[in-house]
C-alpha cells in the first residue's frame, strides 16, 4: 500500500524558514499531484497548497510547494514565519487505484 | 465564494445507519468530484470516499467498502454520504471536501457507541 510520511512535528523561530518533507513509500510521488493542508487547533483544514505548487488565492506566497523526484518526496516550505503559522499541516496525494493518502501530519511549533 | 454545509452527524449505536449530507453553494457543483475525509478525535486525516461529478464513478476506502455508500443529487447541489453497520471505529468528525482547488467545509460529528 502507498503510504506518504512526514516528521511528526518541527519547530523553528519567528521570521525564519521552515520545510515539512512528505515521503512516498513506493512508485513515484510525481505521478499524482501533491495537496497540502493547514489545520488550526479546533478548525478544520483548509488548502494551503494544491497541484504539487499552486496556491489558492488568499494563501499568502510564504507558502511554496515542491516535488523532489530523486528522493521521492514532497515538500511545504514556509518562509518569514508567524505565530498564527502554528499548526498541523498534512500532505495528500492518490495511490494507482485513485484512492487518496494522506500523510500522518506534522506539528509545527512556532516558538 | 465556495461553501460546504454538513449535517447529519448524531449519536448512533454499532451497527445502526446514518446519513450525511453536505449542501454547497458558491460554485458551480456539477463540474467537480467530490469528497468524504473523516478525522477521529485527536487523530489525523482519513479518506472516505469520492464521487465523480456525474455520479458515474465512485470511490471507497477499504475500511468502509461495502458499509458506505456516496451519492449525490447535483439539481440541489447535495453530496450524502449513507453509512450503514456502523462501528466505533467510525466515531469521527466527518468532512465534506469539493475538487479542484480543494475547500473544506466544517464538519458534522458521527458517534458510535452503545
Known amino acids: 500500500n502507498f503510504m506518504l510520511t512526514q516528521p511528526h512535528s518541527v519547530s523553528e523561530s519567528p521570521g525564519k524558514t521552515v520545510t515539512i518533507s512528505c515521503t512516498g513509500s513506493s512508485g513515484s510521488i510525481a505521478s499524482s499531484f501533491v495537496q497540502w493542508y493547514q489545520q488550526r487547533p479546533g478548525s478544520a483544514p483548509t488548502t494551503v497548497i494544491y497541484e504539487d505548487y499552486k496556491r489558492p488565492s488568499g494563501v499568502p506566497d510564504r507558502f511554496s510547494g515542491s516535488i523532489d523526484s530523486s528522493s521521492n518526496s514532497a515538500s511545504l516550505t514556509i518562509s518569514g514565519l508567524k505565530a498564527e503559522d502554528e499548526a498541523d499541516y498534512y500532505c495528500?496525494?492518490?495511490?494507482?487505484?485513485?484512492?487518496?493518502?494522506f500523510g500522518g501530519g506534522t506539528r509545527l511549533t512556532v516558538l | 465564494e465556495v461553501q460546504l454545509v454538513e449535517s447529519g452527524g448524531v449519536a448512533a449505536q454499532p451497527g445502526g445507519s446514518l446519513r450525511l449530507s453536505c449542501a454547497a453553494s458558491g460554485f458551480i457543483f456539477d463540474d467537480y468530484t467530490m469528497y468524504w475525509v473523516r478525522q477521529a478525535p485527536g487523530k489525523g486525516l482519513d479518506w472516505v470516499s469520492l464521487?465523480?461529478?456525474?455520479?458515474?464513478?465512485?470511490y471507497y476506502a477499504d475500511s468502509v467498502k461495502g458499509r458506505f455508500t456516496v451519492s449525490r443529487d447535483n439539481s440541489k447541489a447535495s453530496l450524502y454520504l449513507q453509512m450503514n453497520s456502523l462501528r466505533s471505529e467510525d466515531t469521527a468528525l466527518y468532512y465534506c471536501?469539493?475538487?479542484?482547488?480543494?475547500?473544506w467545509g466544517q464538519g458534522t460529528l458521527v458517534t458510535v457507541s452503545s
Open positions: 495528500q496525494s492518490s495511490d494507482d487505484t485513485k484512492h487518496w493518502v
Open positions: 471536501v469539493k475538487g479542484g482547488i480543494l475547500a
Open positions: 464521487i465523480s461529478w456525474d455520479g458515474s464513478r465512485t
